[in-house]
């Protein structure tokens, strides 16, 4: 079923503090329509990790952007999402738009528990973020002048997360959009070494990549005092993506 107006009822933005999340909130904010932020220092508070704090934030809540913290590649996140599901649909939610990632089968299996649940679902499926080397974890090697990542020579369709905001906003607010999977890209394929060269042209500023194994990786991290559930995520984070070694 399409939802065509939200009756006065709420969207609830999860992660509507992060890259997609403010984005997509400023979008309904332009649109007049409800929201509410789902972040772990909104009112009232969300916090994926304390399940006590999800019943609060579904009151009166008709429409949910679905957008799991860390990554729906880490593990637990397929109970995660299950859980929640099933409480969203105690609560009568009517809509779930879920942003996915691209070549993962975890976020597939996310996927297949919104799709089989009997809710109004509209996967948003992405390929990497251009953000990420502005907002995301490669903004300090950035800012170093020197990205040293295991990326090959494959290359990628990096996305512009304005673009992400656009195509969940449309999916809670107008009809058409119920039960489709939107794979959602760039225009071109990039490969890390072209995008940080690109990056250092436009910028004025130098700087270099180096392509190093997923070992040198993850113990640059640890040298650097990274906690090691940061290690743990930024390695799967570049796991089994097109184009890293």
Aim: some cysteine; charged content about 20%; aromatic content about 8%.
């Amino acid at each position: 079923m399409d939802i065509k107006d939200h009756n006065g009822n709420i969207t609830l933005v999860l992660g509507g503090t992060g890259k997609t999340g403010r984005r997509v909130a400023k979008r309904l904010l332009d649109r007049n329509l409800k929201f509410r932020i789902g972040s772990r220092f909104s009112e009232p508070p969300f916090d994926w990790e304390n399940q006590s704090t999800w019943a609060p934030v579904l009151q009166n809540v008709h429409s949910v952007y679905l957008n799991y913290y860390p990554d729906l590649a880490m593990p637990g996140a397929v109970d995660a999402i299950r859980s929640f599901t099933d409480l969203a649909l105690h609560h009568d939610i009517k809509q779930i738009v879920l942003l996915s990632g691209r070549g993962e089968e975890e976020a597939q299996q996310c996927e297949r528990v919104i799709q089989n649940s009997g809710v109004a679902w509209t996967i948003v499926r992405s390929s990497w973020f251009s953000q990420n080397f502005s907002e995301g974890f490669f903004r300090e090697l950035v800012l170093s002048g020197q990205v040293a990542l295991p990326a090959g020579t494959v290359g990628e369709p990096f996305v512009d997360v304005e673009d992400i905001a656009d195509v969940a906003v449309a999916a809670l607010s107008e009809a058409g959009h119920a039960e489709q999977v939107y794979e959602l890209t760039g225009p071109r394929l990039l490969t890390f070494a072209r995008a940080v060269e690109e990056i250092s042209e436009v910028t004025g500023r130098k700087v270099e990549y180096t392509q190093i194994s997923h070992e040198a990786f993850t113990s640059a991290l640890t040298a650097q005092g990274v906690p090691a559930d940061a290690v743990a995520f930024d390695e799967l984070s570049v796991r089994d993506r097109p184009g890293w070694t």
